[in-house]
């Protein structure tokens, strides 16, 4: 008896400490600033300027015409020079000066939403962790809060961000020319290879962010272990949809993964209904978690993150909770324990996790829908 509890004891110790360190890690190099906010591109423009200046004047008039006439984007991808943690403007932070074509609108939430349903189409193509997706988003917000990109630089990001989130957690699993194939000759190679390099030196090297899913999956070690492991599961399953609902909603950004994950877990408890869930076990989880120092009394954040993530769960047209399907008959509920839960699957919330959370037809690079472009996808490569 006294081993068993030297081992929970110790189990709690190890969650808590990886906690604590992702906590530190979530507030400090992997913050994202509101980048999309009118004072932020602002900021960003002066400081773009004035770096078109340094280059004046060490280079000529060469820094400035680039900055005001706004580089060809492939050729400002493939020429860009980087020194120490910075970029040079050739790399795309002058390139959406000229506001006259498409090509150089400032991007938008649109655009990110749209990116991100693109990255879990080829996720889901390849059969990869999803969880890729939450962390290229992670690199591509933090580049982004970095310099002022045009349409194609920002497409030329996105990609490059899921080729380098692909390459360090599905090592050995995807050839960069299959990615190229989904840009429909967009980017070549070179354009990948040099902005990989502009994103790891704006990254400073800060490749493993905590995404809300891998706090779920200490959070879940919380929970107590009264609850029947069909309902386990269950909360398991809807806390990850949630979390990949989060990914896509530029809302998000600026909140912390442990609050997303801790504000995903708890919408999950309650949508399994008090006859699966108790308020007893949702209490006790939260007041162990609350002895890890995130007390949901006293953070505005998290409750904003509930709230958030409540309303896109039901705005999505999704079962409020498992109990409106379950069996009002008493003896119909006592089969379902019975023959260990099979009914409780049958009745289950809709937990498969969407390759998009927005309505309207999904758009590749070329403007093609995902639809027409399915037949070209089955012929990509997968190493």
Not at 31 to 37: G, K, Q, T
Not at 142 to 165: C, G, P
Not at 246 to 268: M, R
């Amino acid at each position: 008896m006294m081993v068993c509890r030297r081992e929970a004891t110790d189990y709690l110790l190890d969650i808590s400490q990886r906690l604590m360190a992702m906590r530190d890690q979530e507030a400090s190099n992997y913050a994202v600033p509101d980048y999309l906010a009118a004072e932020w591109q602002l900021k960003l423009k002066e400081a773009a300027e004035e770096a078109a200046v340094i280059m004046t004047d060490g280079n000529g008039n060469n820094g400035a015409v680039a900055a005001r006439n706004g580089t060809n984007s492939n050729h400002t991808a493939t020429t860009a020079t980087t020194t120490g943690n910075r970029i040079s403007p050739g790399a795309g932070s002058q390139a959406g000066s000229s506001s006259s074509t498409s090509n150089n609108t400032q991007i938008n939430e649109l655009w990110r939403e749209k990116i991100c349903e693109w990255c879990y189409q080829v996720v889901d193509h390849f059969d990869f962790n999803r969880e890729v997706v939450s962390v290229t988003m992670s690199y591509l917000d933090r580049y982004l809060a970095t310099r002022t990109v045009n349409r194609r630089i920002f497409q030329l990001a996105a990609m490059t961000a899921l080729y380098l989130a692909i390459k360090l957690f599905e090592p050995g699993k995807l050839r960069m020319s299959s990615l190229i194939d989904l840009s429909r000759g967009y980017f070549m190679s070179e354009h990948i290879v040099t902005m990989e390099d502009s994103m790891l030196q704006s990254l400073k090297w800060h490749v493993h962010p905590p995404t809300p899913l891998a706090y779920c999956r200490d959070f879940m070690g919380l929970v107590s272990s009264d609850i029947h492991p069909v309902a386990r599961h269950d909360v398991n399953e809807l806390a990850r949809f949630m979390t990949e609902l989060s990914v896509c909603d530029y809302w998000f950004v600026t909140k912390k993964p442990s609050s997303i994950a801790l504000a995903s877990l708890i919408n999950a408890m309650e949508l399994q209904g008090p006859r699966r869930i108790e308020n007893r076990h949702k209490m006790e989880f939260l007041s162990r978690v609350a002895e890890l120092g995130m007390d949901i009394t006293n953070d505005d954040e998290i409750v904003e993150c509930y709230e958030r993530l409540a309303e896109m769960y039901r705005s999505g047209g999704y079962s409020p909770n498992l109990e409106d399907s379950s069996p009002s008959n008493p003896l119909e509920e006592e089969d379902e324990d019975e023959e260990d839960g099979s009914s409780a699957r049958d009745a289950r919330v809709a937990t498969i996790s969407p390759t998009g959370v927005a309505d309207g037809p999904d758009v590749l690079f070329d403007g093609t829908s995902a639809t027409t472009a399915s037949d070209n996808e089955e012929e990509m490569e997968c190493a």
